[in-house]
């Protein structure tokens, strides 16, 4: 990872976008001491906002505009339509409702829940590309994209139950979390992945802020958040990804995909 992250240039607007995005996630906890559990909270909206932001750059520079946004519009649109259908029906991840905490909402969806979607499934596909060796809609960069798309909500789901954005109706399973939540997510993505056909990725920083993310999860949740469980879970799961990136890319030459 390291080999391919060293073998790109970075434009201004890219290297602005990773800088404020881990300046926020950072600042969270120390705003929370200061400020408040209800400031944190609210701060969590504005970092998902700027990792969303960091990653539309990234894709911006390696494909711009015209295809970063149809791809921002096919992951957010079909995410939206996704999570509309499991929060009234309890389809494709068990049944659960958001609360009123993050809003906007549309139709009791919050508008920030797709930008979650868009601003980890791209660095997913990168650590994909590096271990597979493949992009697009082959089947083994598919599957392992969504697994590694999927081991990232091990930290995700835990910690926003425990904040109130979104409830289950039968709390079960891992921290409270039906199991079937994870198989939604896996599909889900995956179906992503062969829809956007995603080729010629930016691994080099889309892999760095998965990895970043899996760093900060990993501190927040057991240090800060007091979540030790889906912290080591998370820091395990999604801990693995990175490491085969690392080591595959490693072995292998600079990656075209």
Not at 7 to 23: A, E, F, P
Not at 55 to 65: D, E, H, N, S, T
Not at 141 to 148: E, G
Request: hydrophobic letters at 55%.
């Amino acid at each position: 990872m390291l080999k391919t992250f060293n073998s790109l240039r970075y434009s201004g607007s890219t290297l602005t976008g990773l800088i404020i995005w881990v300046l926020t996630m950072l600042s969270l906890p120390i705003l929370g001491w200061i400020m408040g559990e209800e400031t944190l909270l609210r701060g969590m909206s504005v970092g998902v906002l700027a990792q969303f932001i960091a990653v539309m750059a990234i894709l911006r520079q390696a494909w711009g505009w015209k295809r970063a946004i149809l791809v921002f519009a096919i992951v957010a649109g079909l995410a939206y339509l996704v999570e509309l259908l499991g929060s009234t029906t309890g389809l494709l991840f068990g049944k659960y409702h958001y609360t009123g905490f993050l809003q906007p909402q549309v139709a009791g969806v919050p508008l920030l829940i797709p930008l979650a979607w868009m601003m980890m499934l791209p660095p997913a596909w990168a650590v994909a590309a590096l271990i597979t060796r493949r992009s697009g809609r082959d089947i083994r960069f598919i599957i392992v994209s969504a697994l590694a798309f999927t081991a990232w909500d091990l930290f995700l789901d835990p910690q926003m139950v425990s904040w109130g954005f979104w409830v289950w109706e039968v709390p079960t399973q891992y921290y409270g979390i039906p199991l079937s939540n994870y198989a939604g997510w896996l599909v889900v993505s995956a179906l992503l992945g062969l829809i956007v056909n995603p080729r010629n990725l930016p691994v080099g920083p889309l892999a760095l802020v998965y990895t970043l993310t899996w760093i900060l999860q990993t501190i927040g949740q057991g240090i800060f958040w007091q979540q030790p469980g889906p912290a080591l879970v998370g820091f395990v799961c999604a801990g693995f990804f990175v490491a085969a990136a690392l080591i595959r890319d490693r072995q292998s030459q600079p990656l075209g995909v």
